[in-house]
Nanobody
Framework: QVQLVESGGGLVQPGGSLRLSCVAS????????MGWFRQAPGSQRELVAT???????NYADSVKGRFTITRDNAKNTVYLRMNNLKPEDTAVYYC?????????WGKGTLVTVSS
């Protein structure tokens, strides 16, 4: 079992920045892929960014150049630095981990971009 706990969401003005964090805990040795998805009201959950344990990132086109995903493998933690935030980035952001052929999700953290 893997437990994921997100933090760092909140209210920010357009053009602002936030950093999300997600800590994985449980009886785990090494998680292959960790990342972030988001779900806006009335929309499906979508990929934001993922990062493999050997450092290969993948970004949604809508966030390329603005968001950066990093991870600390020793701490089983993944981060999402979000710059130049736009109102359309408003969503609940979910941490995701793929481990031992199973998908795990956090409960989500709300990011609201509004003036």
């Amino acid at each position: 079992q893997v437990q994921l706990v997100e933090s760092g969401g909140g209210l920010v003005q357009p053009g602002g920045s936030l950093r999300l964090s997600c800590v994985a805990s449980g009886n785990i040795f090494s998680i292959n892929t960790m990342g972030w998805f988001r779900q806006a009201p009335g929309s499906q959950r979508e990929l934001v960014a993922t990062l493999t344990s050997d450092g290969r990132p993948n970004y949604a086109d809508s966030v390329k150049g603005r968001f950066t995903i990093t991870r600390d493998n020793a701490k089983n933690t993944v981060y999402l630095r979000m710059n130049n935030l736009k109102p359309e980035d408003t969503a609940v952001y979910y941490c995701h981990a793929y481990y031992h052929y199973m998908n795990y999700w956090g409960k989500g953290t709300l990011v609201t971009v509004s003036s």
